[in-house]
């Protein structure tokens, strides 16, 4: 079981509940929204966040070195310079 | 002797990030054939006297004259032409580049040379960055090309903040060889790993 963590509008916190790693995109996406829209995420809760919110995100998917499993969404970083 | 740090890219994060170097026990490369633009100032580590002068210079000549700290400037374009010679020599390669092509052909360098590479990386929006090392990283491209960030000045509170997380890392490669990723948002700053 994973960790989900979500990034938005410069918010990022975990979700309490653990995710199977192996979700797919489009469900953690989906969850995503439905978390966000119940406030079921600390200091993001946005109850009529758009069905789409997350569709241009990133999902990552980390195995840390003590082993526990983490699934990031976030917006994509494309720029530096 | 001390190590070689190569910054690639000497722009928002790149010029930001590099200031916070100037005490580091390395020697810095700063790689970019970029130009100064009065927009630039808004947003990045340079001043007016700057203007007009190749980036990487431009910072190079900003360390010395305001911190006595010495770097080594090259004006000119990192491809899979020239990598291999630009990364030579170096203990660690910095990725501060601003399109997905020119990450991914640093990437592919560095890990041929077996050179240990980290990426910083803001997103369009300017609310969220990520400090990642080469092995957790995947290059993202913008949603529509040409698509425009950091020009306003608005995000630089975010781009000094991913900066310092980045001179932190590289801090901590050179003194420990420790290797750690930065989730960076307006809520804090999150190691994860």
Redo the contacts between chains.
């Keep these: 079981m994973a960790t989900l963590?979500i990034?938005y509008?410069?918010?990022?916190?975990d979700y309490e509940l653990p995710l199977d790693f192996a979700t797919s995109d489009a469900d953690i996406r989906r969850i995503a929204v439905e978390i966000v829209r119940s406030g079921g995420l600390r200091?993001l809760h946005i109850a009529n966040l758009a069905q789409n919110a997350f569709a241009?995100f990133?999902i990552?998917r980390?195995t840390?070195?003590d082993g526990a499993q983490?699934i990031?969404l976030?917006?994509?970083?494309?720029?530096?310079? | 002797m001390a190590p070689k740090v190569v910054i690639c890219?000497?722009?928002?994060?790149?010029s930001t990030c590099v200031q916070y170097l100037r005490n580091v026990d390395a020697e810095l490369r700063l790689i970019?054939f970029?130009r100064v633009e009065s927009k630039n100032l808004s947003a990045q580590w340079f001043v007016k006297q700057s203007l007009g002068k190749n980036k990487a210079e431009a910072a190079r000549l900003q360390l010395a004259n305001f911190y006595g700290a010495k770097a080594e400037a090259m004006n000119v374009k990192l491809g899979a032409h020239n990598a291999s010679q630009l990364l030579a020599d170096c203990a660690l390669a910095v990725?501060?580049?601003?399109?997905?092509d020119s990450?991914n052909v640093l990437s592919e360098s560095a890990r041929a040379a077996n050179v240990p590479l980290v990426?910083?990386?803001?997103?369009?929006?300017g609310?969220?960055?990520?400090v990642r090392w080469n092995e957790?990283f995947t290059?993202?491209?913008?949603?529509a090309e040409g698509?425009a960030?950091?020009e306003g000045g608005e995000h630089l509170p975010m781009i000094g903040l991913i900066g310092a997380t980045l001179a932190r890392t590289i801090q901590d490669f050179v003194l420990r060889a420790d290797r750690h990723d930065y989730?960076i948002?307006?809520?804090?700053v999150?190691r994860?790993?």
């Design positions: 963590n990034t509008n410069g918010h990022s916190a200091g241009s990133v990552d980390l840390g070195t983490r990031y976030r917006p994509k970083v494309p720029f530096g310079a | 890219g000497v722009g928002a994060l790149g970019d970029d990725d501060c580049f601003d399109n997905a990450r990426h910083a990386a803001i997103s369009g929006d609310t969220f960055g990520l957790r290059a993202d491209r913008e949603d698509q960030t950091c989730l948002s307006l809520s804090g999150v994860t790993s």
